[in-house]
């Protein structure tokens, strides 16, 4: 019943609408038709759209297929050209590198060489220059004491030592000690050689060969220059017997024994011998007794590790002195001339340097003893002349201990008998203490008390000195200063 | 008569040179001297049975400090082959020891005459020779052997002088090289190993015997207690040496055993640091009598000094 009641309600209301809109009828087609050509143009302009869609598609294909076949391009291609082009650079790297290197090799090659080239002792030849300056005081005059320098205060550039030496070819080297001192009387400087000597280097059965002015291997000291000893002065026996530094012009002749055992000789001739006493009378014809002949032989133990043994023995002797300092004035009147020149040494050191701190510490003790047997020719006071030898007997002995890097201290004792008259005789003592700042440069202190006995006819004289040594420039450590 | 005691002497002097001096039978073995300890292991490692080495320092010395001994003499006398470390390192005792030797084949620029610094590429060279900046080494700092890599090129210097002397013997040589470069080898990658936490660890030394090696393990080298080479240290030096280890943490003060304790013990003091003692060459303390051993004592020394801190 329900659904008929609404069945009939449709059919009541359509038929009531178709009713009303009856009346517009041509209006609804007019519309109908204007719809119709909007949707027949929208249709033309979706077909447009489609074209372009499917041109853009069409495109978007080919597009595709081209990356496609330029990535298969690539993929066959790229392989084989990375890796040559990784494999060229790299090369090229390398090549860079070991260039790189080669050069680097090469500048510091010059670099170090160029460091070599400017080294003291690679100027040819090496130069030194060593200063000392003696300040001093002295209880009497030079009269009463027999010293060359005043009493009183005194300052004293003792020494400019200009030291250069080189190789001469690959047999031999050669050096020159020239030394400007003051004049002990008129102050002014003087310049004179001390050292001008050739030496092989390459002779055959542990020989060397040196020629020239040179100090003569004598003893322990006395070849020694002043700066190097181990106090302000040379020991008096040294002066009296030798004349300071054993200053020769002549030839000299080393052999070093060819056994397990460290034994050493040397032998010289010179014209003279001695710096500091006036040299032998040129004369007018000198044989071969003319000259001065000496030799020494010198050998060395390790008794312990730290403590070492060095022994030596010398001979001087000049058969003919041809009157070697001319007339020698005695304290009575009369004169001496020296006809023949003997001399005769022992010396040894005792040594304790421990290994590990050497630089800081070490005990020497050295002493010589020299036999002075010269023959003269006298002419008395009261006009006799005769023939006369005079053996007089001297010596020196030293202790020195370095307790510190830079420290070290020692006394010095000497006697000496007067070598022309042996009943004169003269003590020394002397404590030093030496402040070494480096190794070129130091002070030294020391007090000397001389003494005379009263055949001597000279004073008791108390001094103190004060030594100021400097090195510059090149400096060698030589085989003597060990 | 006077004469009598002197010729007493002599006699008692030439029987004690006769007792003493009788030489053996030479032996058939190539004679190598060297200067230094390690250098003298080195060369016993190379030569092997073929030579016979003779170092002329005990190892206890200073470097630049041994004495010029004339019983020195007559073993340079007969050497083939004289090893140095070079670098003017031994400019106080040996050019006077040569020429004492009166050995050309050992003289300068012989073939015996092997400079074991060739090839070494020199730290600390100085710009002036001038004896303002002390006993300064012109040539660079000698001290290369305390870096083991460096000291690989010394052991080529005298393997390559062996090989020059004995160039029949040159397979023995080499085997025994590589023997021990290998050994050496091996232990240098241990050293480098126990090193690695040391590095930039700062320290200062007596004496500047420490460039190489600081290098070689990254460490930091302060400074010297000398206020220069072979100058000893001023008061004035030491406050500020002090003082700057203060601000920088330094914590480690080395004392090689040739020098006086005295110094760097009171530094480590005020300063709160370590004080260790580190031998320079093989035989400087006990139980350092080969170069490996030496490298091994300093670098657990060393490393144990630091480690003992944290």
Known sequence: MKFMITFITLLFMLSLSTGTFA????????????????????????????????????????QRKLIDELKAEVKQSQPSVSSDSSAANQSAETGQIQQQVQELKE??????????????????????????????????????????????????????????????????KAYVVANATADAHTGESTFNIEEAAIQTESLPWNLT???????????????????????????????????????????????L??????????????????????????????????????????????????????????????PKTIDRGGQLPQPDGST??????????????LSWKPLRNNQFQSLTWGTEVLHSNN???????DGTMFNQSVGSLGLYSYLTYKFHRQWSAGFLYGYVEDAQDNKAKTYEYSPYITWALSHWNQLRLQYTYTDHNAASGLSPDHAVYVQWAWIIGSHSHGWQQR | MKLKPLCLYLIILLIGVLCMGVMPGHAAKISVVTTLTDLADFSRAVGGELVEVHSLATGVEDTHGVPMKPSFVPIMNRADLMVLVGFDC???????????????????????????????????????????????????????????????????????????????????FKRNRDAYLAKLNAKIAEWEKEMKPLKGVKFV??????????????????????????????ARHIEELVASMKAQHVPIVVREPQFPEKVPKRIAEQTGATMITLPIMPGGVPNTETYIKMMDYIVHTMVNAVQSRK
């Open chain 1, 257 to 318: 024994a060819p056994i397990e055992h460290y034994v050493s000789l040397t032998v010289g001739a010179g014209n003279q011998f001695g710096g500091d006493v006036p040299p032998n009378d040129v004369g007018d014809f000198r044989h071969l007794g003319g000259w001065n002949y000496w030799g020494r032989l010198s050998s060395y133990f390790d008794l312990t590790p730290d403590i070492s043994f060095e022994p030596g023995v010398s001979g001087l002797w000049n």
């Open chain 1, 336 to 349: 001496l001339t020296e006809r023949e020149r003997r001399l005769v040494g022992a010396d040894f050191a």
């Open chain 1, 209 to 255: 060969v040196k020629a020239g002015r040179f100090f003569g291997e004598f003893g322990r000291l006395a070849y020694i220059h002043d700066h190097e000893l181990p106090f302000v002065n040379r020991p008096l026996v040294l002066n009296q017997y030798i004349g300071g530094e054993s200053r020769t012009d002549g030839i000299q002749v080393n052999w």
């Open chain 1, 107 to 172: 500048q510091v090659g010059q670099v170090v060489e160029a460091q070599r080239k400017v080294l003291p002792s690679e100027f040819n030849p090496s130069i030194g220059l060593v200063g000392e300056t003696i300040f001093s005081y002295r209880s009497k005059g030079s009269a009463r004491t027999g010293s060359d320098r005043p009493g009183g205060f005194d300052a004293f550039q003792r020494s400019v030592e200009l030291n250069a030496a080189a190789s001469v070819d690959p047999f031999a």
């Open chain 1, 23 to 62: 009346e517009t009828l041509e209006d609804r087609v007019r519309t109908l038709e204007e719809n119709l050509e909007k949707q027949e143009q929208t249709i033309q302009e979706l077909r447009i759209l489609q074209e372009t869609l499917k041109k853009q598609d069409q495109t978007i294909v080919e």
């Open chain 2, 205 to 234: 030394s007596y004496h500047e015997h420490w460039p190489y090696f600081a290098a070689r393990f990254g460490m930091d080298y302060f400074g010297t207690i000398e206020l220069r080479p072979g100058i000893d240290p001023t």
């Open chain 1, 375 to 381: 023959r003269y020719d006298v002419n008395a006071t």
């Open chain 2, 90 to 172: 031994e400019h106080a005792f040996l050019p006077a020891l040569l020429e004492a030797s009166k050995n050309p084949r050992i003289q300068y620029g012989r073939a015996g005459y092997v400079d074991c610094s060739q090839g070494i590429v020199p730290r600390d060279v100085p710009r002036t020779t001038g004896h303002s900046a002390g006993d300064v080494h012109p040539y660079g700092n000698p001290h290369y052997t305390l870096d083991p890599v460096s000291a690989k090129i010394a052991i080529e210097n005298i393997y390559n002088a062996l090989v020059e002397f004995a160039p029949q013997y040159k397979a023995q």
